[in-house]
Structure formats: structure tokens, C-alpha cells
């Protein structure tokens, strides 16, 4: 089956500084890929949505300027975490979906902390 | 609105026992629902996928049910084992719209 990998799987980082995390498909293309955040015991927010060639599109509450998204290319899109501070620290998971069969496929994850 | 409501919201159960988890949703126009399991630390692994017509579909010990005119679904876990501790997550789509059910927490014990 299609498979969405993430890099790094998890990382440390100073409060101020900016972490870049990857997403890709690794055997499809994706023109569209959801970025998510998820706090412990509870279940996947929807950040945004990735578009190859153009902006991302962010849900209600979410800072584009804090959460920069880049979809470069139909297989990876980057995530960059600016500024961190310790509350951005949570697990943060992309998707892709294929078009065929309206399925999505999800990364492994990367869980950021910020001390 | 469309929206995905998922219940119990947490369950402890017995190793070896049998367990139902619910899905309600409220999404239109449907394309399919799809149960994941989460385990934790991990992004989610699909279990099943159902389309409208479907109203049943297995994974080994998983059987997943669907009701498209009630709009519901279900989840049934045989014959627990520890491994199945995990979230599920229930995930109906719209075209290319995905809506979340806030999730099940499942605990299985010894």
C-alpha cells in the first residue's frame, strides 16, 4: 500500500529556534497534504492543508506566520515550526490522500519538544 | 453541519473479551468511512474501508458495520488481546473533505 513518511521522527529544540519537519509519499503523488497536532490523550487537529503550488490553507486558530507550510513538489511537503516556544511541543502528523479511492495515509508522526 | 461523533470516548476491557465501538456521523455528501487504529506514538493504520453500499467488512478479529441510512457505524473488536490497546479513530469523507470522530481510547488488560 502507499506509504507517507515523516522526518525527523522526533526532536529537541531550544525555545526561539525553528524545526522543519518533512512529510512524503514515498510510491503516489499528492497534490494535497493535511498537516495535524495532536496533544496527548487526544485526537488528531486538522492544522492545514498543503497544496502543491500554491498557499496552504490553515484552519481557524492556526498562525501561518508560526506554522510556515511549503509543498514543493507532488511527494513532499515541509512543515516549519518558527519560533518555537514549549507550548508548540506535541506530536505532529501529515496525510496524504490518493485519488483513486478517496483513502488517506498517514505519516508515522514527529513528536517536537521544546525545553 | 458535518461533523463525527464517536462513543464510549475511553474503555478498559478484559483480555479476550469483545468490545463494540460506535461512530455517528452527520457528513454529506458521504464517499466512504474508514476506522483507524492509532497506536500510541504512532500515526494512525487503516482498518477498514466502506463505501455506501457496504455494510459490513472484516480485518481479521476487526468487523467494521455501516448504516448509511441511520448514519452509523460500528467497530467490533473479538477476542481483545493487549496489542489492541490503542485509539481508533473513526474518519468519514466528503469528496476530498476528511472529517475526524474525536476518538475511542481502548485499554486492554491481563
Known amino acids: 500500500g502507499a506509504v507517507v513518511s515523516q522526518h525527523p521522527s522526533w526532536v529537541i529544540c531550544k525555545s526561539g529556534t525553528s524545526v522543519k519537519i518533512e512529510c512524503r509519499s514515498l510510491d503516489f503523488q499528492a497534490t494535497t497534504m493535511f498537516w495535524y497536532r495532536q496533544f496527548p490523550k487526544q485526537s488528531l487537529m486538522l492544522m492545514a492543508t498543503?497544496?502543491?503550488?500554491?498557499?496552504?490553507?490553515?484552519e481557524q486558530g492556526v498562525e501561518k506566520d508560526k506554522f510556515l507550510i511549503n509543498h514543493a513538489s507532488l511527494t513532499l511537503s515541509t512543515l516549519t515550526v518558527t519560533s518555537a516556544h514549549p507550548e508548540d511541543s506535541s506530536f505532529y502528523i501529515c496525510?496524504?490522500?490518493?485519488?483513486?479511492?478517496?483513502?488517506?495515509?498517514f505519516g508515522p508522526g514527529t513528536r517536537l519538544t521544546v525545553t | 453541519k458535518n461533523q463525527v461523533e464517536q462513543s464510549p470516548q475511553s474503555l478498559i476491557i478484559l483480555e479476550g473479551k469483545n468490545c463494540t465501538l460506535q461512530?455517528?456521523?452527520?457528513?454529506?455528501?458521504?464517499?466512504?468511512l474508514r476506522w483507524y487504529k492509532q497506536d500510541t506514538g504512532r500515526g494512525p493504520v487503516s482498518l477498514t474501508i466502506?463505501?455506501?453500499?457496504?455494510n459490513t467488512k472484516s480485518n481479521g478479529r476487526y468487523t467494521a458495520t455501516l448504516d448509511a441510512d441511520t448514519k452509523q457505524s460500528s467497530l467490533h473488536i473479538t477476542a481483545s488481546q493487549l496489542s489492541d490497546s490503542a485509539s481508533y479513530i473513526c474518519v468519514v469523507s466528503a469528496g476530498n473533505q476528511f472529517y475526524f470522530g474525536t476518538g475511542t481510547s481502548l485499554t486492554v488488560i491481563p
Open positions: 498543503s497544496n502543491e503550488g500554491s498557499k496552504a490553507t490553515y
Open positions: 461512530c455517528n456521523y452527520t457528513v454529506s455528501p458521504f464517499s466512504n
Open positions: 496525510s496524504a490522500p490518493t485519488r483513486l479511492v478517496s483513502e488517506q495515509y
Open positions: 466502506m463505501t455506501f453500499s457496504e
